[in-house]
């Protein structure tokens, strides 16, 4: 099938108006551009007749071979010029280059990070600098683009950090910028701008949202309610289920707003700032790790990957022995994880394996390891949407917008999307008594869009008997640090099942973003040191721009050639049980969150055992070429006479594949291990920033999601777990939500008898 064959339309996410102000000057303007052009660069056919500051000249017999190559894997007709159209076009030349840059710039970095891309571009503008840089007194867009690409080709292999640093940061930059917006890129890849086996979209569910009308007075609004919730994610909508269900009057209020799914799944550059926090990816303070949150209505759940996966046992007698808190070990937790479960119809019925979850099943089978299907909350149904990241059209995952958040509008919750907190407010006569929230209301504009100019804003204070923040582990430890909380471990323990990327290319065309995304998962590996920590082996979404850019940059040509490969590739990463956690904490200027967070050396280990076993199940599966996401590694690339695995089972050790090549190549891998800072490691899970514990002098909220030194104030999302889950969190999230907001209810409903009690006494007495 081809991009043409999907037989619906989606609708336009229209992004907000980018900042007027220009963040960099035209001297900034031209280097990036002269970078960006040299990574994914305009390739000329032959020598002469060349502007070589614009394109990068190839003999022609190279040129011409790397065409051929392309338009094999791509199944053109030789006289189709698609081919070389991709060839000859670069990162700059789109016309969104200068748009995504501006954004990412003066919306989503911080101002260190700003500073340093500022200064170092001034510095390449420089004689001095230049020479310093490069070993060129001509400033970096003088020189010939081969030029170039040989600069940023030595600052990957330099002893110098700051230059293997910057190599990783511009290399990746312009390639998912490029993969974004080239204009050739779906018909090369055969990839549809949706999924192709996806049914119209249903109307979803009709939320009605609270608007707020415009007014000149500079008084605030103000709106009361018994619970208010503040995120609408996993375990923000898993409350509010709960408690409206039980009774209570619940408000949920999102800063982020409601799509319905014939929106989805959303353009990779509109995903990133409607669907992903931070435009769609934020870099600890030392780049080590690309953290990916969902910041959406129905948050995380919104955006992850269907898998479905209960805390094993290990996990659950760690937070019960080490951290104190025994009902993990209980039945009226396991009766919520199920629960959970149970409403969003999680099972592994009707799962049909892609490519690349099937290779890791049988892989594993065939080495004999421990490996299973991954149960997906989709009702039980057949789910073959693998841009479900970007949003689910078809509703078949059954997240928080389909169930939890539409069963507490059933049952009286009302919802206020667009509205950002600023603070948690407390009373004046009593500290530590929190009585609502303050913050800024922004409305859709005329159209019911976010790009128009006529919205309205409006600060709003919203009053609450009691308030439950589930803005999750990123997001819930900067609001309580904003708002005067000082307990210590507020931001800290971080844990983020930190992975690393294995790619498999094939014979054959695999078309890996079709199928479930993670429907397998190898667990052989899973607890390493014996104390419940090791490394999980599962699938990776394959979208380009999500999946391409991971892996080392070898220079322009061979990038293009890389990509044009990823119709025949199959993804995967290596998760660690993390044992050792960062922290989060809020800028000192704006406030916006920083993550102090690098992979421990301990869970390094795990990572890259994870690596090699991940391409020991690809080797006996017959992969032709094996990438991993490490730097000064290179692929291994099957001899094309090797048609067979070559496995050993040896008596008291692992499985090993014996083939000399390839086992040369494993002992590169572990030999070169994770060079810093050149290897960049990823996220999509988040936990622990806010843990549960038996004390303030270990922990940030108690057994029942209280926030210690306070009343009335709760948090129910993934940044309560003790330490890190070991699989995917949304469950583990979803049924300490509920436990929580039970208790919560159980809770107000012995203050209404008292209440009632009390009243009828005071009656009796008078009588």
Request: proline share 5%.
């Given at each position: 099938m081809s991009a043409e064959d999907t037989t619906y339309n989606v609708a336009d996410t229209p992004l907000p108006p980018a900042p007027q102000e220009d963040p960099l000057n035209p001297e900034q303007w031209r280097i990036l551009s002269a970078v960006a052009d040299t990574v994914v660069p305009a390739l000329a056919h032959g020598l002469k007749g060349t502007d070589r500051l614009l394109q990068h000249p190839l003999r022609e017999e190279i040129y011409d071979a790397a065409g051929k190559r392309i338009r094999a894997l791509a199944k053109f007709n030789d006289g189709d010029e698609t081919a070389e159209r991709y060839l000859r076009e670069s990162a700059a030349a789109h016309p969104l280059f200068k748009d995504m840059i501006t954004r990412m710039v003066a919306c989503n970095m911080s101002d260190t990070a700003k500073n340093g891309l500022l200064f170092i571009l001034t510095a390449l503008n420089t004689r001095a600098g230049a020479l310093l840089l490069t070993g060129h007194t001509t400033p970096f867009y003088g020189l010939p683009v081969r030029d170039r690409e040989k600069v940023i080709l030595g600052w990957g292999q330099s002893r110098i950090p700051l230059l293997r640093g910057l190599s990783r940061s511009f290399t990746a930059l312009s390639r998912v910028i490029w993969l974004r917006t080239s204009p050739t890129l779906e018909a090369v890849l055969g990839y549809p701008r949706a999924p192709v086996y996806a049914q119209a979209a249903p109307m979803g569910y009709g939320f009605h949202f609270l608007q707020i009308p415009p007014s000149t007075s500079a008084e605030a609004e103000v709106i009361e309610t018994d619970v208010l919730i503040v995120g609408s994610g996993c375990g923000g909508a898993v409350a509010a289920k709960t408690l409206a269900e039980a009774g209570q009057k619940v408000l949920v209020v999102e800063k982020q707003y409601y799509w319905t799914p014939e929106h989805f799944p959303m353009g990779e550059r509109e995903a990133g700032q409607h669907l992903f926090g931070n435009g769609g990816v934020i870099l600890s303070d030392d780049s080590s790790i690309s953290v990916v949150t969902g910041t959406a209505w129905g948050g995380g759940g919104t955006v992850n990957w269907s898998a479905s996966l209960q805390p094993q046992g290990f996990v659950r007698r760690e937070w019960a022995q080490k951290f104190g808190l025994t009902h993990f070990t209980g039945s009226a937790f396991q009766a919520d994880l199920d629960a959970v479960c149970d409403r969003m119809g999680v099972s592994t019925n009707n799962i049909t394996h892609n490519k690349g979850n099937l290779a890791l099943l049988e892989g594993a089978r065939k080495l004999g390891w421990s490996a299973k299907a991954v149960a997906q909350n989709t009702g039980?149904?057949?789910?073959?949407?693998?841009?479900?990241?970007?949003?689910?059209?078809?509703?078949?995952?059954?997240?928080?917008?389909?169930?939890?958040?539409?069963?507490?509008?059933?049952?009286?919750?009302?919802?206020?999307?667009?509205?950002?907190?600023?603070?948690?407010?407390?009373?004046?006569?009593?500290?530590?008594?929190?009585?609502?929230?303050?913050?800024?209301?922004?409305?859709?504009?005329?159209?019911?869009?976010?790009?128009?100019?006529?919205?309205?804003?409006?600060?709003?204070?919203?009053?609450?008997?009691?308030?439950?923040?589930?803005?999750?582990?990123?997001?819930?430890?900067?609001?309580?640090?904003?708002?005067?909380?000082?307990?210590?471990?507020?931001?800290?323990?971080?844990h983020l099942h930190?992975?690393?990327?294995?790619?498999?290319?094939?014979?054959?065309?695999?078309?890996?973003?079709?199928?479930?995304?993670?429907?397998?998962?190898?667990?052989?590996?899973?607890?390493?040191?014996?104390?419940?920590?090791?490394?999980?082996?599962?699938?990776?979404?394959?979208?380009?721009?999500?999946?391409?850019?991971?892996?080392?940059?070898?220079?322009?040509?061979?990038?293009?050639?890389?990509?044009?490969?990823?119709?025949?590739?199959?993804?995967?990463?290596?998760?660690?049980?993390?044992?050792?956690?960062?922290?989060?904490?809020?800028?000192?200027?704006?406030?916006?969150?920083?993550?102090?967070?690098?992979?421990?050396?301990?869970?390094?280990?795990?990572?890259?055992?994870?690596?090699?076993?991940?391409?020991?199940?690809?080797?006996?599966?017959?992969?032709?070429?094996?990438?991993?996401?490490?730097?000064?590694?290179?692929?291994?690339?099957?001899?094309?006479?090797?048609?067979?695995?070559?496995?050993?089972?040896?008596?008291?050790?692992?499985?090993?594949?014996?083939?000399?090549?390839?086992?040369?190549?494993?002992?590169?891998?572990?030999?070169?291990?994770?060079p810093s800072p050149g290897t960049g490691f990823f996220s999509a899970h988040q936990m622990g920033s806010c843990r549960m514990g038996t004390s303030p002098k270990n922990s940030v909220v108690d057994y029942r999601g209280r926030v210690w030194g306070t009343q009335n104030l709760y948090i129910a999302d993934a940044s309560v777990f003790p330490s890190a889950s070991g699989v995917n969190p949304m469950i583990t999230n979803m049924g300490i939500a509920r436990g929580i907001a039970r208790g919560i209810a159980e809770e107000a409903d012995r203050e209404n008898v008292g209440r009632f009690t009390a009243v009828n006494t005071g009656v009796k007495a008078r009588l």
């Open positions: 039980g149904e057949v789910h073959h949407d693998g841009f479900c990241t970007r949003g689910c059209r078809t509703c078949g995952k059954k997240g928080p917008t389909v169930t939890f958040l539409p069963d507490a509008a059933d049952a009286g919750a009302t919802f206020m999307e667009g509205f950002e907190v600023s603070r948690i407010l407390f009373d004046e006569r009593d500290a530590t008594l929190a009585t609502g929230v303050k913050g800024i209301w922004t409305s859709r504009d005329g159209t019911g869009g976010l790009a128009g100019e006529d919205r309205t804003r409006r600060e709003v204070i919203i009053k609450a008997k009691r308030t439950i923040i589930s803005g999750g582990s990123v997001y819930t430890p900067i609001l309580l640090q904003k708002s005067g909380l000082s307990n210590k471990h507020i931001g800290r323990h971080l930190p992975v690393n990327m294995v790619a498999a290319v094939w014979d054959e065309d695999v078309r890996p973003w079709e199928g479930p995304i993670l429907s397998t998962v190898v667990n052989e590996f899973e607890n390493i040191d014996g104390d419940g920590y090791g490394a999980k082996l599962e699938c990776t979404t394959m979208l380009p721009s999500s999946f391409l850019p991971l892996f080392e940059w070898q220079g322009g040509l061979a990038f293009k050639e890389f990509t044009a490969k990823m119709r025949r590739m199959t993804g995967y990463i290596s998760l660690a049980r993390d044992r050792y956690g960062g922290r989060i904490y809020p800028d000192a200027k704006d406030g916006r969150c920083h993550i102090q967070y690098t992979p421990n050396a301990y869970d390094q280990k795990h990572i890259l055992e994870g690596v090699v076993r991940l391409a020991e199940i690809l080797y006996v599966e017959g992969a032709k070429e094996i990438y991993a996401a490490v730097p000064n590694l290179g692929p291994f690339v099957r001899p094309s006479a090797d048609a067979d695995s070559k496995v050993s089972m040896h008596a008291n050790a692992s499985p090993s594949v014996t083939d000399p090549a390839f086992a040369a190549w494993i002992a590169k891998v572990r030999s070169n291990g994770f």
